[in-house]
């Protein structure tokens, strides 16, 4: 015979009958803790209530005090919950947004939800929107985590719309007062909050990225998230993990992370090739037509020997003239006929000077060999390598 006996989320097992070599222990009962185990608090997703917000054009009393005791009891939801951990409340969420924060209470799609879930720096987003539906009050909720396709939503509407087709449409009758109309609305609308709340709950998991390099930098969906061996918490989901680093290959991995698991990633850098570079270049042998001191002996020969022609031809011309005339008389002076001696001189050294500075230096160039170039490979330079070595830890993710 088996008595159970239910208290709370615990099932005790009051009595049992067994076996004498067991009836002692089971004598002392023992109980099974049914409650589900408790989540660690760094995997606890962030969720920010940015609150309830009238949608009457104009002030509406009535939209605006449902809509102000609806956020008071969502913000309770979302702080009673275990399965969240940091709470951004609507006060907090407006100090952050500032003169944002109106607009940001109209989010509904998903591209907005999740520039505000980023610009708060939060997982989660979870708001509503009271209007006006008929005699009735309707609530709309959206909840968002970015993991999901779309966006969470969920509808409420308070009684009023039922109570005036139950009482025939007769404005005479006048029921509950609106205080317990209100009550009875915001009552009807918090197991919609745990409904939003629940599908946006899950945990998040963690990413370890090993890496030995310190310097190395890694990017998760391309975004840089750390900077050699680190672990971040993010939420559930598939994604693309780049390691690089400077002289090394860049590494690259895909991981999976599951709600309050740990996707490890060994980080194994492999380095880069070394690249030879192999430049050819131009030797020059020889000495060059315009290097050769031997050309330059042989023109200032050659310039000699003509200066020393002219100087001659004009001491000959000079001569010519100095023949008497029939008195007698030389046409010419003194002094001409001294300088026609002198420049007879200076040709004569010159003319002989100048032909043998003309002939050593030809010879000289002659003798001097010419200018070849070639073609030969230049020493190998490395460039772009790593350091021929491997580091990190081997094994898979």
Known sequence: MRLLELSGPSLRLVGLSLPLCCSVAFAQGFELDLSEPEIPAEFRPSIAVIGITSGAPAEDPLLTSRARQLETELLKSATGNPAFGKVMNPTQVSEELGAG???ARKCVDYACLDALAKKLKV???ILGLVTSSGPASLLTLHGFDAVLPEVIEARVESAERAEKAKIGGFAGIQGK???????????SA??????VLEKIKESNGKIVVDSAEASSIATINGTEF???????VVPRGSYDVKVNAAGYLPYEAKVVVEPQKVAQVKVLLAAKPIERKVEVVEVRTGTPATERPGLYIAIAG???VGVGIGLGMMAKGVEARAKPDANGVV???RTAAKGAQTNA???????GVGAAATVGGGLWFALTPGATKKKEEAAPVDSGGGFGAMVGYGGSF
């Open 101 to 103: 924060a109106a607009q």
């Open 177 to 187: 007062s609106q205080a317990q109309k209100d009550k009875e609305f915001v009552r």
């Open 302 to 304: 050659l310039a000699a």
């Open 190 to 195: 918090v197991p919609v909050f745990f409904e």
């Open 345 to 351: 001189m200076i040709a004569n050294v010159l003319v």
């Open 226 to 232: 750390g900077v050699g061996a680190f672990e971040k």
């Open 331 to 333: 046409p010419i002076s």
């Open 123 to 125: 997982d989660r987003l």
